[in-house]
């Protein structure tokens, strides 16, 4: 089998989402910010979440990242060639735990602007 | 120090909830009950909320998921006399993450229906 093609993960169907799974894959700062960032651009190649999300981690810290999402229900990937491309299940998630993913995303936007407001105000500071 | 009034438990001032260990700390099932009963409820006394939210645990184990809950900043505990009062942290939470906590009480008692007609559907089948 082909490195990069094979894939054991077992992703739960829609009916089978566990709240308590669920929120504990959100549980982690780089896992928020990724499914922040496949909620807002749609589909994406694994290797530009790592960059474009500005996740300081190796693709292998990153493959475990996305396994727990993917376990719990949060992400599906899908394999095209050598490729992995992910999306957030929002609809699933939404039929199951309605405005749970759009408190979160929108909570987490919050959390970033917060955080980014407390930077300035830092880096504001006369040297 | 008596017993039952000691309390080293640090709960975070409402600006530095985290939205990471807000979710970590609900994503358990237990404390998932708690904090379902104790936002239908209101304040409640800790050994009523054990009782009543039917969890199956000592007061120890209850007192270790409350402190979970407590110091990410989703539940507050008062002491009056020798007993505690718990309640939800709803203005501080909602302030923070809007839409957040409702979507999760909500959603965990839809999980319950779900279990419930699971049960019914199990329960019904003739023996």
């Given amino acids: 089998m082909l ?9 739960p169907a829609g009916e089978d989402l566990q709240l308590p799974r669920v929120l504990a894959a959100l549980a982690e ?5 990724t499914v ?29 990242h996305l396994r727990i999402l993917r376990e719990a ?9 050598t490729k992995g491309f992910t999306r957030l299940r929002k609809d699933d998630l939404d039929l ?11 909570a987490e936007n ?10 300035s105000a830092s880096s504001a500071t006369p040297s």
Avoid: W
Wanted: glycine fraction near 8%; hydrophobic fraction near 35%.
């Fill in 29 to 33: 700062p780089n896992r928020l910010a």
């Fill in 3 to 11: 490195e990069g093609v094979m894939d054991d993960v077992v992703e």
């Fill in 36 to 64: 922040r960032y496949v909620a807002r651009s749609g589909e994406s190649c694994c290797s530009e979440v790592i960059q474009e999300a500005g996740l300081a981690m190796t693709k292998s810290t990153f493959s475990h």
């Fill in 96 to 106: 199951r735990f309605p405005g749970l993913m759009d408190a979160i995303i929108d």
């Fill in 110 to 119: 919050q959390d970033l602007h917060v955080e980014r407001s407390r930077d």
């Fill in 73 to 81: 229900g949060v992400l599906t990937k899908r394999i095209q060639g």
